[in-house]
């Protein structure tokens, strides 16, 4: 058997559907931003990389500028990669094959991705992701938060803070655009409501929003239901949610719902120390997963991209 004819290269219109979807959905590393209905919200412009008849497959989302096309991950799509993990010499395939067809990659993995060695030009790069199991019972999960955390609780429950689920997406993007570090795009926001409103739509996605008590709201969270996992998927906070420590009590107050239930509450992790810090505090451990990262542009933009 020559493996090169079992790997294909995919245009975005050729793929099928319902063979992508029954293969990301089967896959013991199933992660919710590989269906095809999610990629065609965030990535937009993707095309595939397909071994055999839909036994592994992987995403590729890129884009072109200059005429060179370059791989990259898009917001509110944490984890890619390939679906479901192969063994390592079909990877390599993969791998290569990619850094054939695209000049420049700066993509993430999945955590059942393992890193390889020794594949020219490519690099693996480990970032953390944060998981707390919520099988344990609250007084169980409770016991682990860090002093800190306990700290910031005891504060935030003296402030008459009240907690409201399902609140409506209108009212989160309001909040989300107006206090945001860093502005999303009016196309980024456009993704990210059409993301949470399938997630309404279908059941799967609910907005948690805490408020003051003069009802102003000043924390919340979009979280996303998938399959055993519960993913902390996009929040905000204004400075009044900072001040009163309005997330602790969000992210307490749903961990006590959950608590005792076979399910994984996924931060999504974060490289910047501080968020770090707080997912840890609730007693959540690290993941590794991959940053897949090769450079071949031309010589003047490949500084740039350094």
């Not at 998981?131 to 019972?137: C, D, G, S, W």
């Amino acid at each position: 058997m020559n493996n090169t004819f079992n790997l294909q290269y995919i245009k975005h219109e050729d793929v099928d559907s319902n063979k992508w979807n029954r293969c990301i959905d089967k896959a013991p590393n199933c992660r919710i931003y590989g269906y095809d209905w999610h990629l065609d919200r965030t990535a937009i412009i993707w095309d595939a990389l397909v071994w055999g008849d839909y036994e592994f497959v992987m995403p590729l989302p890129f884009r072109q500028k200059w005429g060179i096309r370059y791989l990259y991950q898009p917001l509110f799509s944490q984890q890619l990669g390939i679906f479901p993990s192969p063994p390592n010499n079909i990877a390599v395939l993969f791998y290569t094959e990619l850094s054939k067809r695209f000049r420049f990659s700066d993509s993430h993995l999945n955590s059942e991705n393992t890193a390889l060695k020794d594949l020219n030009e490519i690099t693996f790069l480990a970032r953390k992701n944060y998981l707390l199991q919520l099988l344990p019972n609250y007084k169980e999960l409770a016991g682990s938060f860090s002093k800190n955390t306990k700290r910031n609780l005891i504060k935030a429950g003296k402030n008459n803070l009240h907690l409201i689920t399902g609140i409506r997406l209108e009212e989160y993007l309001e909040f989300k655009k107006k206090n945001l570090p860093i502005k999303l795009t009016t196309k980024e926001l456009e993704s990210l409501k059409s993301i949470i409103a399938l997630g309404q739509y279908k059941g799967f996605g609910e907005i948690y929003g805490v408020y003051t008590p003069d009802n102003e709201l000043c924390s919340a969270v979009y979280f996303c239901h998938w399959k055993n996992r519960i993913i902390y998927m996009n929040a905000a906070s204004n400075e009044r949610g900072k001040e009163l420590g309005g997330m602790y009590f969000l992210v307490d107050k749903f961990i006590q719902k959950y608590a005792g239930e076979n399910i994984t509450l996924d931060f999504e992790g974060s490289m910047l120390p501080g968020v770090a810090r707080f997912y840890h505090g609730f007693g959540a451990t690290p993941e590794t997963y991959f940053q897949l990262k090769f450079n071949r542009l031309p010589l003047p933009l490949k500084w740039l991209k350094r």
